[in-house]
């Protein structure tokens, strides 16, 4: 399945870099899970296409092409999965992750990219579906790569096979 994801080298980098072209390239790049001693050290990526020669802002988002639902509140990976049987995803814990206190981001392709204007009420349905994640829906929001702390020995990365997520105006509008 062809998604389109873009990167950047930094936190305060704002040219995006196209990055991987299909859900599999991207579930490769996204296994690899370094140690850091510094969380900034680590370089970002987002789900997203932008408008060609433009700069990182919510404005130059074209379409967002999978989720990221950021699981900053201990809710277990079995219980921010139980809606996605058959639905492709991968989780990864992030540089924050503890055994004690779970932190991880959960990534779901979609069948057809997401118009940006649409982003904030899809991502509002899919919270309420999954029953947790993160409120903040800007679009052009980016995620740290893979990376632990090396005071975190019980991190990992998930990957479960299905079909890419169907966005449909009914599992919209019932979240609206």
């Not at 277990?76 to 981001?105: C, D, I, K, N, Q």
């Not at 975190?152 to 169907?166: F, K, N, Q, T």
Request: aromatic share 10%.
């Amino acid at each position: 399945m062809n998604i389109a994801t873009t990167r950047f080298d930094s936190v305060h980098a704002t040219t995006p870099h196209q990055w991987c072209t299909t859900w599999d390239e991207l579930c490769t790049a996204l296994f690899d899970h370094p140690e850091r001693a510094r969380k900034a050290d680590g370089a970002l990526w987002s789900p997203v296409s932008y408008r060609r020669g433009s700069r990182r802002r919510n404005a130059n988002v074209d379409q967002v092409t999978c989720a990221v639902i950021d699981i900053d509140d201990g809710t277990p990976l079995e219980v921010a999965t139980e809606a996605l049987h058959g639905v492709a995803w991968l989780a990864y814990t992030t540089w924050s992750h503890t055994g004690t206190s779970p932190r991880y981001h959960l990534v779901i392709p979609f069948e057809h990219p997401v118009p940006a204007p649409e982003w904030p009420a899809v991502h509002r349905s899919l919270r309420a579906w999954l029953g947790c994640g993160d409120a903040l829906p800007d679009p052009a929001r980016m995620y740290y790569l893979p990376q632990h702390s090396p005071l975190d020995e019980d991190w990992w990365v998930e990957r479960s096979p299905g079909a890419a997520l169907r966005i449909t105006p009914r599992r919209v509008a019932a979240a609206a």
